[in-house]
């Protein structure tokens, strides 16, 4: 399963990005398909995730500011994210894990329990 992502960037505090990741268009039904990130000495978390049955689950430190959506035509995930802080600045992935992942547990940190985990190659985003 190849993930690419695409955005990314640097901003200043307060600015938007959005983040693009192009996927197989059979994944969605089987994946819970979201976005990671990874700043430097800190663990890969979960931010966001969509699963099977449509229910989207988002980490408390990037809600109300951050919005998934996906375009089913071509088979494309986004993230927007909006507000940025300083502690937004990570490594960002996109994310396929599954089969049948709950989007809650993926997002509260329990995605190593899922048979498949399927990473983007990572993107950069820096805010000052």
């Known amino acids: 399963v190849q993930l690419v992502e695409s955005g990314g960037g640097s901003v200043q505090a307060g600015g938007s990005l959005r983040l693009s990741c192009a996927a197989p268009?059979?994944?969605?039904?089987?994946?819970?398909m979201g976005w990671f990130r990874q700043a430097p000495g800190k663990e890969r978390e979960g931010i966001v995730c969509?699963?099977?049955?449509?229910?989207?689950t988002y980490a408390n430190s990037v809600k109300g500011r951050f919005t998934v959506s996906q375009d089913s035509a071509k088979n494309i995930l986004y993230l927007q994210m909006n507000t940025l802080k300083p502690e937004d600045t990570a490594i960002y992935y996109c994310?396929?894990?599954?089969?049948?992942?709950?989007?809650?547990?993926?997002?509260?940190?329990?995605?190593?329990?899922?048979?498949?985990?399927?990473w983007g190659q990572g993107t950069q985003v820096t805010v000052s």
């Open positions: 994310a396929a894990i599954g089969p049948g992942a709950s989007a809650g547990k993926v997002v509260a940190g329990s995605y190593t329990r899922y048979e498949y985990r399927y």
């Open positions: 969509v699963d099977v049955d449509g229910r989207t």
């Open positions: 268009g059979y994944i969605g039904n089987k994946y819970c």
